[in-house]
């Protein structure tokens, strides 16, 4: 029997997946998560980071080069371990009644919110809701299906929703992937709050590292809840050497653009339609999802399927021709 997990929730259970394909060939391949499968090489990182608490400079300087990186005023972005922990964290600042989701979108932000027993209501566009909900939620690009809005329509939302006294969350997990789509220039402006991840784009999600960006006063609340030490030494060095390195970042978003054609290419040769996603993962349409889906972890490779849902996969990028290969023969046995 296959472990319900496997179905729902979020990717990268690779034990699992070993588990319930022993005889899949090895190493297996997780291409169930949206994470960059070439990482952002380690720097040195000193021994003060390892054997004492992360001190003020040294977030201090990790925060500034994010800001500088996202382009925002470093008074308004605040270095966190994750952003899962703030997600699950803004309910009880915001103590919002009723929130927008998108209809299909990363999931945690809509079980947060009805955890803390606010309405949530989903939405084809949250945004049209402004006028409506105390907090509106979008990920941008969003995840699974790359849909994108523009920050102009961003901007709108949010003052409608400042005037009324509401939130306007936007989750920029992949926004790294088109800087042109953020509104961290918006940062600290009344009723918005972004939340940026480092591992997705950076290939390095065991850091756990991530950044808020909003006014003072959201900044102090999250403080208030999670110390001024979460953020752990080799972290805040990692991530100011990594946002520094801006060279990277544009070879590495050439890079991935490359690698998305090629990915692109695969599907179209199997039985999917390419109907979406973002330079680090693709959403497709299957005729049978699960089959498909066992097809390619009878392969060793981990695909993200959804729960209630046999026509959709998500796919992560292959790290190399080899895995590229596997996959291949995954979806076209």
Not at 245 to 255: C, G, L, Y
Not at 288 to 309: K, S, T
Request: some cysteine; hydrophobic content about 45%; glycine content about 8%.
């Amino acid at each position: 029997m296959i472990d319900s997990n496997l179905v729902s929730g979020h990717g990268g259970r690779i034990d699992a997946m070993a588990r319930a394909f022993p005889g899949a060939p090895l190493p297996w391949i997780d291409l169930s998560t949206g994470i960059n499968p070439c990482p952002y090489p380690l720097p040195s990182i000193s021994s003060d980071a390892w054997e004492r608490l992360p001190g003020e400079a040294a977030r201090a300087l990790c925060e500034s080069t994010m800001a500088k990186s996202f382009g925002c005023h470093p008074s308004f972005c605040r270095a966190v371990a994750g952003t899962e922990v703030v997600i699950r964290q803004l309910p009880s600042i915001l103590r919002a009644q009723s929130v927008a989701v998108r209809a299909r979108s990363y999931a945690d932000h809509a079980e947060s919110w009805r955890l803390a027993g606010a309405k949530v209501v989903t939405h084809s566009d949250p945004l049209a809701l402004a006028g409506e909900a105390d907090v509106v939620v979008i990920v941008n690009p969003n995840n699974p299906d790359g849909h994108r809005w523009p920050v102009e329509a961003i901007e709108a939302a949010r003052a409608e929703l400042a005037r009324r006294g509401g939130w306007l969350i936007v989750d920029e997990a992949y926004a790294d992937l088109d800087p042109m789509l953020s509104a961290a220039p918006f940062a600290g402006r009344p009723g918005l709050i972004i939340l940026r991840s480092f591992g997705k784009f950076f290939g390095l999600a065991g850091v756990r590292l991530g950044a808020v960006l909003a006014a003072q006063k959201i900044l102090c609340s999250i403080e208030d809840r999670l110390g001024g030490w979460d953020v752990s030494g080799p972290a805040l060095e990692i991530g100011a050497a990594a946002y520094a390195d801006h060279e990277w970042q544009a070879a590495t978003r050439e890079n991935l653009a490359q690698r998305t054609l090629e990915m692109r290419a695969l599907i179209a040769s199997s039985a999917l339609d390419d109907i979406g996603g973002t330079d680090l993962f693709r959403f497709a349409r299957a005729p049978d999802a699960n089959v498909l889906w066992r097809q390619v972890a009878e392969q060793g490779i981990a695909v993200r399927r959804f729960v209630g849902d046999s026509h959709h996969l998500r796919i992560g990028l292959p790290a190399d021709t080899i895995a590229i290969s596997r996959l291949a023969r995954g979806l076209n046995p």
